[in-house]
DNA sequence: ATGAAAGCGCTAACAT
DNA sequence: ATGTTAGCGCTTTCAT
């Protein structure tokens, strides 16, 4: 910066004001003059002593929580990570793998100074953090704040169950059986939904066709599965379902191995739809799966828009659309 | 700091030593009251005015070769991140689409002055740099460099490879098929490894089953996969397979559905064998996959160990091994 | 419209 | 063994 003033008979001041700030009074001769050769040095401030001087670094932090353990949520940070990018903002992630390593993950980030911390999970939950952490906090995704103090983006499930079951019924299927997520914010929702259009559609709910796809009171990948004793279950009588609703691919996937089992086709016999569309399951799948997208792309981009000020801040909740994705399976 | 020098009467400069230079000539009890009041008050020096000063940043930059859309490969830089965080290290992580983002993606992460830059790939690959961009990379991960110049961490296929076909032959399987991975350096070598232990038992490959599982040149999750019609050749006549290796679960999640279509059951018509250990596919496919897991985990670590100094980093190409997980296919 | 100078918090050379 | 001082590259008053 001193080389450009010099050559230029400028002092530091007039060249610095001339790169960063653009409303500050000076001749657009000189702005120019600065910039241009500014360019043709190759020059690129020092962003480390500007962030000494500003106390902000062009960082954002990431609380991350699970996020990188799940791995097809990472597809939240890639696309935030990319819209940062496009403005030279670098991205810090921390992963905290329970609520009580938030304040040490805070403290880690806020050495390097970043404009602004956010918090992302791996799934759809409430957080409950101590008000002095949530002032820290500028944006939640993927989860949301129980005080609603702070702006959080999470995927429309009520929505898209009601969305899942609004498309078999268009398609004629009544006896729509659901495997339920237990304990969790996402299966709540999507059986809410899923209610809802049955109910808006005049069709009954056989009470007994919705059931949780694993036992004990939160849904986890490694706990016991029901999913093929149930089916064994409903399909024993004469009356049986026609369609599947699954709380998710993995459990779809389940859902699979167990009608193949008794031999049922799908989707001749037995349509499928599901949730998350993890594309390495549900487009392998055979029959490829009809599944229900996470909006992780647009939760990604939207934050960044958000985080870099394209976009203002919308208060408490803003739930995003899934995106239907149709393959053979209904 | 100040602070801290005024309230003990000593020179900023000594609470510097104090606190960072523990070689420094002082006195212990000095060093101590230093030290012991920092801790009260909380002190937390200013990272950024220290880089300023060093020119070195508590950051490590990575240059990660699509290693975020490949889901699972995250978990380099999972343990990776996990590592460098106990010595107060960041990782920045900066996605690079293609090999010609390289020059942007290391300019962009030099402005905040990392320690060091590694580079991380999706994937097993040679990668060729120019020497220009060799001279600024730490060490890769997942990949190697071509010209031998950086330490290179990779996973060990052959050995992976050669690991499966014993795993099968001390199983008295013999007819053991294969689906390969065209194009990619670690489909060459696992079949390199399969083939050097049918050798070594003195066991006849049947060259007509050693097959690619997708149309064209590389490998890829969208190519047109070969594996049902190439299954029911090989089980049309009376001379058949009685075990297949899969290059990677995808490839087995399909062979699965292959294989379930003729009719033929797992494990005990055919055994099934596989490299990747993709939980989410190989531990739900009926019945649970035995796979070769690629030792991310281990890649990440070993990494994070060097580039941290507690280990030296070794010259040349370090080959990791696969660790096997024995799930119910064979 | 531009220049001079102070200072962000720290480290390192030099002096005592 | 400890203190003094300069300065890292930038932004920001305050003068001119």
């Not at 914010?185 to 059986?191: D, F, Q, Y």
């Not at 559609?201 to 009470?207: M, Q």
């Amino acid at each position: 910066m001193r080389d450009i003033a010099d050559r230029l008979s400028l002092s530091v001041k007039t060249v610095s004001g001339a790169l960063t700030d653009s409303n500050i009074r000076m001749s657009d001769e000189t702005r120019q003059r600065v910039r241009s050769l500014a360019e043709e040095l190759g020059y690129r401030p020092n962003e480390v002593a500007r962030g000494m001087r500003t106390g902000v670094m062009p960082i954002v932090g990431m609380l991350a929580d699970g996020l990188i353990t799940q791995p097809f949520a990472t597809e939240i940070l890639r696309h935030f990570d990319n819209l940062l990018r496009t403005q030279e903002l670098a991205v810090i992630v921390t992963s905290i793998k329970d609520r009580g390593e938030v304040d040490k993950g805070i403290a880690d980030l806020r050495r390097l100074l970043p404009q602004h911390i956010v918090y992302a999970s791996m799934y759809h939950q409430p957080i409950d953090l101590p008000r002095a952490v949530r002032k820290q906090i500028a944006l939640m995704m993927n989860c949301f704040d129980v005080h609603g103090d702070i702006p959080s983006l999470v995927p429309d499930e009520e929505a898209a169950g009601y969305q899942a079951a609004c498309f078999l019924l268009q398609r004629e299927r009544r006896d729509i059986a659901y495997f339920n997520l237990p304990g969790l914010i996402a299966g709540e929702l999507r059986e809410k939904g899923f209610r809802k259009a049955m109910d808006e559609h005049g069709v009954a709910i056989e009470e007994n066709w919705v059931r949780p796809a694993t036992r004990g009171a939160l849904y986890s990948g490694s706990a016991r599965s029901l999913v093929r004793p149930t089916i064994s279950a409903w399909f024993e009588g004469g009356h049986h379902p026609d369609a599947v609703i699954c709380g998710n691919d993995r459990v779809a996937m389940e859902v699979y191995n167990g009608l193949r089992e008794i031999g049922r086709a799908i989707p001749d016999d037995v349509a499928v739809i599901s949730f998350d569309n993890q594309v390495d399951i549900a487009s392998r799948l055979d029959p490829p799966l009809t599944t229900m997208a996470l909006p992780h792309r647009e939760i990604g981009r939207l934050a960044g828009d958000i985080i870099t000020g394209r976009r203002a801040a919308p208060e408490g909740l803003t739930r995003i659309p899934f995106r239907i994705v149709e393959r053979k399976s209904v």
